[in-house]
């Protein structure tokens, strides 16, 4: 079996993958990445730390760590990300809009684009932006 934790995919296989298909690994990826970050925090309970969590991947706290990030996208992965903002979704969670759950979807293809290729350097650039970013906002 594969190495799934360092996986590397070519070119062809994720041209190949529906932007739905990087967008689910990209859920899991960023949400990972959340819960890191919320650990290193200093949330202590389990409750307080689903709500922290919670309050960052929502479809809401994702696109707006979409606009924080974008700018700092290259030509490739802009168009990642907008193959995944343009995907066809069947429904929209309650509390967003049509929009940001688009751009949520973006950023989740982005970043199982990101981890499919094998560019955890980027992957952790771009999710320290959106951090930096959101926070800052937030302040």
């Known amino acids: 079996m594969?190495?799934?934790?360092?996986?590397?995919?070519s070119s062809e296989e994720l041209r190949d993958m529906s932007s739905l298909a990087l967008a689910h690994v990209g859920d899991a990826v960023?949400?990972?990445?959340?819960?890191?970050?919320?650990c290193r925090q200093g949330e202590v309970t389990s409750n307080a730390m689903h709500r922290a969590t919670v309050?960052?991947?929502s479809a809401?706290?994702?696109?707006?760590a979409m606009n924080?990030?974008?700018?700092l996208l290259t030509d490739e992965?802009?168009?990642?990300?907008?193959?995944?903002?343009?995907?066809?979704?069947?429904?929209?969670?309650?509390?967003s809009t049509i929009g940001e759950y688009h751009a949520a979807t973006g950023l989740e293809t982005l970043f199982g684009w990101l981890y499919l290729c094998g560019r955890r350097d980027r992957i952790g650039t771009l999710f320290s932006a959106a951090m930096d970013g959101v926070n800052s906002d937030a302040t």
């Open 77 to 95: 992965e802009q168009t990642v990300y907008k193959r995944g903002r343009n995907a066809h979704v069947n429904s929209v969670p309650h509390g």
């Open 55 to 57: 309050s960052y991947v």
């Open 68 to 71: 924080v990030i974008e700018p």
């Open 30 to 38: 960023y949400e990972l990445l959340v819960r890191a970050y919320v």
């Open 60 to 64: 809401g706290a994702q696109a707006h």
């Open 2 to 9: 594969d190495d799934c934790f360092d996986i590397k995919l």
